[in-house]
Nanobody, 115 residues
Framework: QVQLVESGGGLVQAGGSLRLSCAAS????????MGWYRQVPGKQRELVAR???????NYADSVKGRFTISRDNAKNTVYLQMNSLKPEDTAVYYC?????????WGKGALVTVSS
């Protein structure tokens, strides 16, 4: 019913950039419910960036000024532009959508930032 597919992960040196994409399919009521999370082995999954009510955005303090969430309604796709990457950004990044209190997740995209 709902499918989220991430792409764009990979290896990058510190200071570099990557752009993640999340293609959504199925019954997606609004891209306003979408966001990005990341998880490092042994740690809890944390919010990176997401849309909130009214189309506003929310970012983790650790990525403010470096990451930007955006969307293309025609393509039903949400992006995460990641600039000035740091080794501590290394994680599996997950696309997420919340609809009527239910969470749907992509399978994740690995981002590795070398120092």
């Amino acid at each position: 019913q709902v499918q989220l597919v991430e792409s764009g992960g990979g290896l990058v040196q510190a200071g570099g950039s990557l752009r993640l994409s999340c293609a959504a399919s199925g019954r997606i009521f609004s891209l306003n419910g979408m966001g990005w999370y990341r998880q490092v082995p042994g740690k809890q999954r944390e919010l990176v960036a997401r849309y909130t009510s009214g189309g506003s955005t929310n970012y983790a303090d650790s990525v403010k000024g470096r990451f930007t969430i955006s969307r293309d309604n025609a393509k039903n796709t949400v992006y995460l532009q990641m600039n000035s990457l740091k080794p501590e950004d290394t994680a599996v990044y997950y696309c997420n959508i919340i609809q009527y209190g239910r969470d749907y997740w992509g399978k994740g995209a690995l981002v590795t930032v070398s120092s």
